[in-house]
């Protein structure tokens, strides 16, 4: 069932629901087949919710399959968080986590099965010269001189391939399709070439590794997936993937189907890029709650069920687009503004003395953790003579439109009483120092009783039991809609993305647990941080705004 309540349809749950009608399958299979060369990001949530999505609605299954191809670029360092993350979104794989390289030798196996049927051949063309021969869009390529090497020949070189007799690209294995289809990856694509490196998975076993395209369709049919869902820029390969598959000894072919990337505003999603920032120093690492990764976003205070509910509001289609950063933002915003418990904050504090509020007193108030969830039930807050309150929250004067503390007149504080403001003392440089009230005994939860309407309320830290906490402020981390191409990546990074100050919070936020969502009143949604919050040190990040802010911006704008 999708979060949103109602069952999510799209085009390829419609093809899936007529292949079990029909019969073609009895029970719906599925992977998510990352390459472990870096951490998740939302668009990998997308395809997450899909795959498990999938699996879960029609009581099938789905892989979690590494796609370890290339060991130069991948480590278990990111094997092990991309299982986290999957987990963390509240996924489970059937069985073991699968990995391609679990099927090298069958795909060696295969691979000598093309040899034998005269459908591949060891290339010793340099990779230059191959590329020259593979042609362009509107002129069909040429075929290589080795194209016509007898079987015989090709199955010994294939094997001194992968007895270590070659060097890195002195030769390849081609499979031996049409130099001139319309289709650039039918052009004798190379199937499998040479690599003297270690494999995370493997060791040292092999110097020969199967390329992507003649790995994934094959791995799929090993594994009995129904459907193999991937993203648009496949959709000529699955000509490919079909050639291999109807050439190949293997009784299961399932059915590629491509859908549409996502892609976010203000940020990019590729790994590559992500990785640079990570390298670069832009960010303080993957899990950079700037990132638009599944870490950085759970660091940032993201929910499992805020990702998976985007997901579907974005919904799976074959058209490409960019989708706007505030419909994520306002996922989390929506969960948050029904789960998070209330508390109290103040990031820029100005202290407010209260003059006919006993010096020695200090009272427990109770406050309701939610404004409108019992079941959240309530805390103690402590109130004292002295309190901090927002500086931005008093003016010396002002007129009706502010609604919060001005001289000489009233404001309620949330969840305690009414005060008035009287006089204000400044330091040397004419900043205001100290707001001195009174406040009212008689409207602790009430009006007062003479009819005097109240109508501003600001939250408030008692400042005996204030307790400092480092407070990050995210935003995003460009400052264009459309980040700019690879060069100049960095330039377009939004020099505020991160700004860092000391506030106060109130005491009960000392036993927040890590990630738990908070909205500061009046202020936003924080969580705890995941890393750098230990001991003593209470470390804040902002999740998000109470409401969109960058839309009030952007309409000023215009
Ligand atoms: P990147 O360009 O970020 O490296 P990728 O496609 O190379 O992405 P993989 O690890 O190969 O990354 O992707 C695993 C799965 O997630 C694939 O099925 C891929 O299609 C899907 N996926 C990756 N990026 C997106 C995205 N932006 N939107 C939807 N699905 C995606
Ligand atoms: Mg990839």
Redesign the pocket.
């Known amino acids: 069932m999708a979060d949103s309540g109602t069952r999510p349809t799209n085009f390829i749950r419609k093809i899936i629901d007529e292949d079990l009608a029909t019969g073609k399958h009895s029970q719906v299979h599925t992977r998510?087949?990352?390459?472990p060369n870096?951490y998740l990001?939302i668009?990998?949530a997308?395809?997450i919710v899909l795959n498990f999505g999938i699996a879960k609605d029609y009581q099938g299954t789905c892989n979690l399959r590494f796609?370890d191809t290339n060991p130069l670029k991948e480590s278990i360092e990111y094997v092990s968080a991309i299982k986290e993350d999957v987990r963390w979104l509240g996924y489970d794989w059937q069985g073991e986590p699968r990995y391609s390289s679990n099927y090298f030798e069958a795909l060696h196996g295969f691979a000598i099965e093309l040899i034998e049927k005269g459908l591949a051949y060891v290339d010793f063309s340099s990779q230059d010269d191959i590329r020259a021969m593979r042609g362009t869009l509107t002129e069909p390529g040429s075929n290589s001189p080795y194209r016509d090497t007898d079987v015989a020949v090709n199955l010994a070189e294939f094997a001194k391939m992968t007895a270590g007799e070659y060097k890195e690209g002195e030769c390849s294995l081609r499979a031996k399709i049409d130099m001139a289809s319309p289709f650039m990856c039918m052009r004798d694509p190379v199937i499998y070439r040479v690599r003297h490196v270690e494999h995370h998975q493997t060791g040292n076993r092999w110097c020969v590794y199967p390329m992507y395209d003649f790995t994934h369709c094959i791995s799929d049919a090993l594994e009995g997936i129904t459907h193999s869902l991937?993203?648009l820029e496949f959709q000529d390969n699955r000509r490919l993937y079909d050639w291999i598959l109807d050439n190949i000894s293997i009784p299961c072919h399932p059915q590629q189907i491509e859908f549409s990337?996502?892609?976010l505003e203000y940020t990019v999603?590729?790994?590559?890029k992500l990785n640079d920032l990570v390298v670069e120093g832009h960010v303080s690492g993957w899990d950079d709650p700037r990132m638009p990764t599944i870490a950085g976003l759970r660091r940032r205070g993201y929910t499992p069920s805020s990702i998976r509910e985007f997901a579907h509001r974005i919904g799976v289609t074959k058209m490409d687009n960019r989708v706007e950063m505030s419909l994520l933002e306002s996922c989390i915003r929506d969960d948050l503004n029904d789960n998070a418990p209330r508390a109290m904050a103040v990031l820029e504090p100005v202290k407010v003395v209260i003059e006919n509020y006993p010096e020695d007193k200090h009272e427990m108030l109770s406050a309701p953790n939610h404004p409108n969830r019992e079941d959240m039930g309530v805390r103690e807050l402590p109130f004292s003579r002295v309190l901090y309150i927002e500086r931005e929250d008093f003016r010396e004067e002002a007129n009706k439109k502010f609604k919060r503390l001005v001289l000489g007149k009233e404001v309620r504080l949330r969840n305690a009483y009414v005060i008035k403001a009287e006089r204000v003392e400044k330091n040397a440089a004419g900043e205001i120092e100290t707001i001195y009230c009174q406040y009212d005994p008689e409207t602790l939860g009430k009006d007062p009783a003479d009819g005097r309407k109240v109508k501003g309320v600001i939250h408030w830290v008692s400042v005996p039991h204030a307790i400092p906490a480092e407070i990050r402020l995210y935003d995003r981390l460009f400052k264009e809609a459309t980040p700019a191409g690879d060069e100049s990546l960095s330039d377009s990074l939004n020099p505020e993305s991160l700004v860092v100050i000391e506030g106060y919070v109130e005491p009960s936020l000392m036993d927040a647990r890590v990630e738990q969502g908070f909205q500061f009143e009046r202020v936003g949604y924080f969580c705890r941080d995941n890393k750098d919050s230990v001991g003593d040190k209470l470390v804040f990040n902002r999740t998000v705004g109470l409401r969109d802010s960058w839309a009030k911006m952007e309409a000023q704008d215009n």
């Open positions: 998510f087949p990352p390459e870096g990001h668009g990998h997308k395809s796609d991937c993203t990337r996502l892609n999603m590729s790994k590559r």
